[in-house]
């Protein structure tokens, strides 16, 4: 009997799915393992702390499954626990294996999008609290002037499965208000949250045109790709057999119906505790 080793996947809920989606597309040989902390969603609004040990029990769990490689394709957890995990965790406890974040392959294609050197961020209180994406743009693209705007409804109108109507047009209309109340010249629109690409229909059809609008999952998964060759002892760990496990740690029927919406297909989902004891 082989080994599985797979690619894992973690997320706070089911924002994650569209990174995945894209992922296991352009890389479909692999094997993988969705984990959503949907019992515990959201986390923009939770603390350094508890977003660090909910991460840190997630990159975990994914572990004992036997992953080599996990994504965190959750922003508000890579901008407030990727750091720690990938400089003080692994290193005492998982020194092979390797955990990679959403926010830094973002960040260093930013500048060939804007012509104005003027983008604008939309994301969860936590993420824009962190100030993650700021730091990475400072770093990568010092150049451009980043304006953040926190979105806190839009989660939880995705996750309620209201992808259209008045309410999220609203929101969607109050929010790029407040966006362009900040700063003139905004070219380029950054959905800094993985749950938005579900709405990105409704944003392009209330925003000005000209604004360039970049969804995460069409950035993230090309830049796994390239890491994979850029670090073939890592590649050469993964497992190939095309086989997919989703796990969540809340109701399986409800993970099942909107993963359902996020991956365009069936989903057959196992509930799992990923709880430290």
């Known amino acids: 009997m082989s080994i599985i080793s797979p690619i894992g996947v973690f997320d706070s809920g089911f924002g994650g799915l ?17 984990l959503g902390d949907n019992a515990r969603t959201p986390y923009g609004n939770r603390s350094f ?26 922003n508000t957890a890579s901008a407030k626990a990727l750091r720690t995990i990938q400089q003080d965790y692994l290193p005492k406890h998982y ?25 604008a961020l939309w994301a969860t209180q936590g993420t824009v609290r962190s100030d993650s994406f700021a730091i990475e743009i400072a770093h990568h693209a010092p150049q451009v002037k980043l304006v953040q705007q926190a979105c806190p409804l839009l989660v939880p109108l995705v996750e309620a499965g209201e ?5 999220l047009d ?7 208000d407040q966006t ?17 690409p579900l709405i990105l229909p ?13 969804s995460q999952d069409e950035l ?29 740690t809340d109701v399986c029927e409800h993970f099942n119906h909107l993963a359902e919406v996020f991956m365009g297909q069936g989903i057959s989902s196992e509930k799992v505790d990923i709880t430290r004891r």
């Open 18 to 34: 569209t990174i995945f989606k894209q992922i296991r597309q352009l890389l479909p040989q692999y094997d993988y393992i969705y």
């Open 220 to 248: 993230v998964a090309p830049s796994l790709a390239d890491y994979l060759k850029r670090h073939p002892e890592q590649e050469a760990k993964l497992s190939r057999g095309k086989a997919c496990r989703y796990l969540t």
């Open 170 to 176: 609203h929101y969607i209309t109050k929010y790029w």
């Open 163 to 167: 992808l259209d109507g008045a309410g």
């Open 180 to 196: 362009i109340s900040q700063i003139e010249n905004i070219d380029t629109l950054l959905l800094g949250c993985t749950h938005y």
């Open 49 to 74: 702390e508890t977003v660090l040990q909910f991460a840190t029990e997630g990159v975990d769990y994914l572990f004992q499954q036997g992953c080599p490689l996990v994504v965190i394709a959750c």
């Open 202 to 214: 409704r944003i392009r059809a209330l925003l000005p045109r000209g604004i360039t609008i970049l």
């Open 95 to 119: 020194p092979e294996r390797r955990v990679l974040g959403v926010i830094r392959p973002t960040v260093e294609v930013i500048s060939k999008y804007t012509k104005t050197n003027t983008v």
